[in-house]
């Protein structure tokens, strides 16, 4: 989910207290469109992994009352922060139910298990990378590639027909050369 509530207790409803991460993912559950994660209608889910998008008015918040929100009553497995504005970029995972932060690799990766992807920056943007180090596409981007890929293909059949009636025009010529020699070519 991206920019959904997250309801965890029926009190907040009387509060109105409620958490909104940027992003989270449940697996392995159904892909119904929801307005709202509430999670006892969920069967107790909770998000396996929130990624945080830092801004100068959520940072702080972001950092200590989420982290603590997410580590002990949610549980949520894996915890990401990003900062598009200055680039920090952290990442925790929940062990003897503690966030310990991430490391990074060679490339200021990190792994997150529940996504089963590297997360990194890149060009300034957060970016998910295969194991391959291949990045995943975001969806405007994957539709993009698809229009480029079908106007290749497109423009491909046209060539490949405009050879195909070049190629039947010279056979023609060919042949009536040969007429005008004297070569009957329906001869056998």
Known sequence: GANLTVYYAHEQLQRRQFRGPDFFLVRDV??????????????????????????????????????????NIFRTPEYFWFSPITGEFAGFRRIDQQYE???????????????????????????????????VLGPEETALRERDLAVLERQRAEQAEQRSHEERQRAERLAQRLRDLGIDLDRE
């Open 30 to 71: 159904s892909h119904t469109p929801r307005n709202s994660w509430v999670v006892w209608e969920e069967g107790g889910r909770y998000p396996d992994l929130i990624i945080e998008l830092l801004s100068d008015s959520t940072a702080a918040v972001d950092r200590t009352d989420k982290k603590s929100l997410y580590q």
């Open 101 to 135: 932060a991430i490391a990074v690799d060679k490339r200021g990766w990190r792994w997150s298990t529940q996504l089963g992807l590297y997360l990194g920056v890149q060009d300034g943007w957060l970016r998910y990378f295969e194991s391959s180090g291949t990045r």
